[in-house]
């Protein structure tokens, strides 16, 4: 994590709210051969009408966090990618095999900022804990396939339709609280859930 610098990389796996262990399972998704837009790891994703998924939605259920891709290219060669590449053809338009972490007990840690730094500075403080807010999604690194997806400060709310719900500043001495009053960014990292999240029954629970 790049704590205190603009360079998000979406959301990380950091724990769960359930009893049980963080044990990095993955569960298999479809996405449809040809499916237009990149997904990088780190990304939230959303099940969508084809029986595939896709790239998530602000403001919308998602399905969980995408964490990688098989598929047979036009070749008729078995490529696994951090990413999925835009607009990808694979052999016979057979479907790809994603990986997402989808429990919905499972906690991220994601940095912070914002898409209106008039409403609010892209640091979080203590009284945004506890809220909802929306994530963006930023194209990530073909390089490397990671996200860069962060969350929006600019939608700190209480609604039960916003994606994700902040729980806590990420623990670790190198993240700290903002000085909003300062207008001080520090891009810091808090831990949330996926607060509307499709397998939780609905949309999620409002904020505080």
């Not at 998602?62 to 047979?72: A, E, L």
């Not at 338009?93 to 500075?121: C, K, L, M, R």
């Not at 506890?130 to 929006?152: E, H, K, P, Q």
Request: aromatic content about 10%; glycine content about 12%; proline content about 4%.
């Amino acid at each position: 994590m790049s704590y205190g610098t603009n360079a998000a990389v979406g959301f990380k796996a950091y724990g769960t709210s359930s009893s049980s262990l963080l044990n990095g399972s993955l569960s298999n998704y479809s996405i449809l051969s040809g499916y237009a837009t990149a997904i990088y790891s780190g990304d939230p994703v959303a099940p969508l009408a084809t029986g595939g998924i896709g790239i998530g939605v602000a403001g919308a259920g998602v399905q969980g966090i995408f964490q990688g891709v098989i598929y047979v290219d036009t070749s008729n060669f078995t490529q696994w990618s951090p990413y999925w590449p835009a607009a990808t053809v694979t052999f016979g338009t057979a479907p790809a095999n994603a990986f997402v972490i989808d429990d919905p007990a499972i906690e991220f840690s994601i940095q912070v900022g914002t898409t209106n730094a008039g409403v609010h500075t892209a640091s979080a403080v203590l009284t945004d804990m506890n809220l909802n807010a929306d994530f963006v999604i930023v194209a990530g690194s073909t390089r490397g396939g990671v996200s860069a997806t962060y969350l929006d400060l600019a939608t700190l709310a209480v609604g039960a339709t916003l994606n994700c719900k902040i729980l806590r500043l990420e623990p670790d001495v190198r993240n700290a609280y903002g000085d909003i009053s300062a207008g001080v960014p520090r891009y810091n990292n808090v831990i949330v859930t996926l607060n509307n999240h499709k397998l939780k029954g609905g949309t999620g629970t409002v904020g505080i």
